[in-house]
């Protein structure tokens, strides 16, 4: 019953993170939407993921869901920091660079909670 609660509440973090995703990519860029949809990925990560405890699960699956946590977590830092350079850039190319940037990360964080996902779901 509590590893179903697990699977839920990453698919959900996982919705977030997709939502960001499409927000990136998305034709005209509204950057103060961006900023408040990572608030709320960040949020939802420190106040739902990382107070989980993993007791059910094997050790194999505890070790690989803590290490994808820290991977998500300096990430999701590192985010924050590459959507400030993307607010202060001025210029098309490197606004297209920072773009990149948070581009990556994001598929990053989606490919990490993907891995819990599947661990939880085996």
């Not at 509590?2 to 995703?21: D, H, V, W």
């Not at 290490?67 to 959507?83: H, M, V």
Request: aromatic share 8%; glycine share 4%; with cysteine.
């Amino acid at each position: 019953m509590l590893l179903n609660f697990y699977y839920q509440s990453y698919q959900g973090f996982l919705a977030k993170l997709q939502e960001l995703q499409k927000e990136v990519i998305a034709k005209e860029l509204d950057l103060i939407r961006l900023k408040t949809l990572y608030k709320q990925v960040e949020e939802t990560f420190q106040t739902q993921m990382l107070n989980m405890t993993l007791d059910e699960l094997d050790c194999n699956a505890i070790a690989l869901i803590q290490s994808a946590e820290t991977e998500i977590y300096k990430n999701l830092r590192l985010l924050g920091t590459e959507l400030l350079f993307l607010g202060s850039a001025r210029q098309a190319r490197t606004k297209q660079q920072r773009l990149n940037k948070v581009q990556g990360i994001i598929e990053q964080l989606i490919n990490y909670t993907d891995a819990i996902i599947q661990q939880l779901d085996a």
